[in-house]
């Protein structure tokens, strides 16, 4: 449940909105493992479920202040909080390597988070003279903490005792930036944009891990320490683009500072990494008729890891398998070629794109057994990646009232580099497909059909296999086209499964994994002073995922 607010008069307007939720969320997952080695044999099944419960608020207050048409000044703050009380319930049938059932251990966890995020901005923006040229300066801020307390319980047949565990994560992340780009137009259709922008983010995760021993608690140390992170990127770019007669172009480059300090606790092992890059692009586009353009591209991109593929440290609810980060992981660069053809007609277009991309330092997710008896997944710069693809995207609108969009990726792709001193090389053709329908009917009826596909693709330890979804959106607009409600399906046949293999000398696993099963929602929207637009989308559509 939630409101919009927005009031206007004269030079200001300020806008607030507020929302209140409470949701559940169930999921499952079977997970089958095999491990063998010279010193260790074993296998076993799991069978994994959750139910996520959630509180959450969200509110933020904002402002534009126009002090004339040249010169405008907007800040906003919003605040974001949520309390979780989930229940997490893994069953382990321990087998032998003929999968004969050997005993059940059941494991309970019993969760409690505690999230919130502050988050506020202010930015100015100068308007010149001439048509198109600009300023824009602008502050962001956000901080964010997560604190997760689990307490477990294991029973096994084995054993006649109860195994009590617990454990504590505290995260915080911190992000300021500052950026100031100027558009500067010249001659007809000619401009040069030019900007900088400095970033500095930290984040800190604390984690505690005990376990009861008699009547004592004790805290292993490799699973009780601090990690630190501090990214300070500072950046400038300059580009230029005009058109000449038929003929477009768009080249610009950009600089970029990075500097990366990471410190575990533990270890005292304070790492400093700094470095600084080129990225240029070049984009050209041929305009042979109306109905068809061509272009040709280049870009030198960067990947930076996320918050947790760096942080050690992870949950403990499943203690035979742990996906853990790594502190050392350093950014995916790609050098990504295109050429393309633009095709419009009167009822649609028809975009064809013939692709490559090379990434370096490409991060994969590893898993091998550890001395302790835990099987690890950690992500490691092993790589190296080719991809060769073409993609087609279509939009196509047979009548007033129907619109159909479309879009291809295939692809082939070989992945190759060196992991515990022996070197890979995998081959892969795949392909994805996103496809949506539109209807606008009579007496402001909408609905959306889209359906979702993505082939099996391999990967240095293993394969992930097919996926298919589907999902289903309507919606109505009535009193006066003040009041809307949406009707939305999400997975309409219970289909969206991550199924994943792993395979390597000692390790043999299938995972199916479903975070959320089908959902409906019903929403109902009443607007004051205002009216629904008439711009054809589905109020609330359902979720969808596009790849590419």
């Given at each position: 449940m939630g409101f919009n607010a927005n009031y206007r008069k004269k030079k200001l307007n300020l806008f607030a909105s507020y929302t209140i939720s409470r949701r559940t969320f169930p999921g499952s997952s079977?997970?089958?493992?095999?491990?063998?080695?010279?010193?260790?044999?074993?296998?076993?099944?799991?069978?994994?479920?959750?139910?996520?419960?959630?509180?959450?608020?969200?509110?933020?207050?904002?402002?534009?202040?126009?002090?004339?048409?040249?010169?405008?000044v907007s800040a906003m703050f919003s605040i974001r909080s949520g309390l979780g009380n989930n229940s997490y319930y893994r069953t382990y049938e321990n087998l032998d390597l003929?999968?004969?059932?050997?005993?059940?251990?059941?494991?309970?966890?019993?969760?409690?988070?505690m999230e919130d995020m502050l988050e506020g901005s202010l930015s100015y923006t100068k308007k010149f003279k001439k048509p198109g040229a600009e300023w824009k300066t602008e502050l962001k801020w956000f901080r964010d903490q997560?604190?997760?307390?689990?307490?477990?319980?294991?029973?096994?047949?084995?054993?006649?005792?109860?195994?009590?565990?617990?454990?504590?994560?505290?995260?915080?992340?911190?992000?300021?930036?500052v950026q100031s780009d100027l558009v500067i137009p010249f001659s007809t259709e000619g401009k040069i944009e030019t900007g900088i922008r400095s970033q500095n983010r930290h984040f800190n995760n604390e984690f505690r891990f005990g376990h009861l021993n008699g009547a004592n608690w004790e805290a292993p140390s490799n699973f009780n320490d601090d990690f630190t992170y501090e990214e300070r990127v500072h950046a400038a770019y300059i580009m230029g683009s005009n058109t000449y007669g038929k003929l477009g172009i768009q080249a610009g480059l950009r600089g970029e500072y990075s500097d990366v300090t990471t410190l575990q606790r533990s270890l005292n092992n304070a790492n400093n990494k700094q470095y600084f890059n080129w990225f240029p692009s070049l984009a050209m586009s041929y305009k042979y008729n109306e109905h068809n353009t061509f272009q040709l591209s280049y870009s030198r991109r960067i990947n930076r890891?996320?918050?947790?593929?760096?942080?050690?440290?992870?949950?403990?609810?499943?203690?035979?398998?742990?996906?853990?980060?790594?502190?050392?992981?350093?950014p995916e660069y790609t050098n990504a070629f295109e050429l393309g053809m633009m095709q419009n007609w009167r009822s649609g277009s028809l975009l064809s794109s013939l692709y490559y991309r090379k990434t370096t330092d490409k991060i994969e997710r590893m898993a091998s057994y550890g001395s302790d008896g835990i099987i690890?997944?950690?992500?490691?710069?092993?790589?190296?990646?080719?991809?060769?693809?073409?993609?087609?995207?279509?939009?196509?609108?047979?009548?007033t009232w129907l619109r159909f969009t479309s879009g291809f990726n295939f692809f082939?792709?070989?992945?190759?580099?060196?992991?515990?001193?022996?070197?890979?090389?995998?081959?892969?053709?795949?392909?994805?497909?996103?496809?949506?329908?539109?209807?606008?009917l009579p007496q402001?009826?909408?609905?959306?059909?889209?359906?979702?596909?993505?082939?099996?693709?391999?990967?240095p330890q293993g394969k992930t296999l097919s996926i298919?979804?589907?999902?289903?959106?309507?919606?109505?607009?009535?009193?006066?086209?003040?009041?809307?409600?949406?009707?939305?399906?999400?997975?309409?046949?219970?289909?969206?499964?991550?199924?994943?293999?792993?395979?390597?000398?000692?390790?043999?696993?299938?995972?199916t994994f479903q975070w959320r099963p089908r959902t409906v929602r019903l929403v109902l929207t009443y607007r004051f002073n205002q009216q629904a637009k008439d711009n054809g989308k589905v109020y609330d559509a359902s979720e969808n995922r596009g790849e590419g």
């Open positions: 079977t997970t089958y493992q095999r491990l063998q080695n010279a010193d260790t044999a074993f296998a076993y099944r799991q069978d994994y479920r959750h139910e996520r419960r959630k509180w959450g608020n969200n509110a933020s207050l904002g402002l534009d202040y126009s002090f004339n048409d040249k010169n405008i003929n999968n004969n059932l050997l005993s059940t251990d059941r494991r309970d966890e019993a969760n409690k988070e997560d604190f997760e307390k689990s307490d477990y319980t294991e029973t096994s047949t084995t054993y006649s005792q109860t195994v009590f565990e617990n454990s504590k994560a505290y995260v915080t992340e911190e992000n300021f930036l890891p996320g918050q947790w593929e760096l942080m050690p440290f992870m949950k403990f609810g499943d203690n035979r398998e742990m996906r853990v980060g790594n502190a050392n992981l350093n690890y997944r950690i992500p490691l710069n092993i790589a190296d990646r080719d991809a060769y693809g073409l993609e087609l995207n279509l939009n196509y609108s047979a009548t082939r792709e070989s992945i190759f580099g060196t992991y515990n001193n022996a070197h890979f090389k995998v081959d892969n053709f795949s392909w994805t497909n996103r496809t949506a329908v539109n209807f606008v402001r009826w909408r609905m959306q059909l889209s359906a979702n596909y993505e082939a099996p693709e391999v990967n298919f979804f589907a999902d289903f959106g309507m919606s109505k607009d009535f009193m006066k086209n003040k009041a809307t409600i949406g009707f939305n399906v999400n997975d309409i046949f219970n289909s969206r499964k991550w199924r994943n293999v792993t395979e390597t000398a000692e390790i043999y696993s299938e995972t």
